[in-house]
């Protein structure tokens, strides 16, 4: 049982290792304060869905890895 929960724990870190590593960074640096960001309407708000697909696939992963662990630690 334990292997199994284990196995699934390493599943779901990798899960989100990935999800993080494929986010937009927050900053976008000096370039954009200085008007360089010639993105269209239609990629930002492509852009905006991908990044909120991310997240969320980050806050459930985030929240399994926390259950998984719980379980783990209870079953010893």
Known sequence: ??????IILVLVSI???VAVLMQKSKSAGLGAAYGS???????KGREARKDQQL??????CAGVIAVL????????
């Not at 960001?37 to 990629?43: A, M, N, R, S, Y």
């Not at 662990?69 to 010893?76: D, E, H, I, K, W």
């Open 55 to 60: 997240k969320k696939i980050t806050l459930i």
């Open 37 to 43: 960001d010639t993105e269209t309407f239609g990629v």
């Open 15 to 17: 899960v989100l290792i």
């Open 1 to 6: 049982m334990s292997l199994a929960i284990e």
């Open 69 to 76: 662990a719980l379980v783990l630690m209870c079953l010893g």
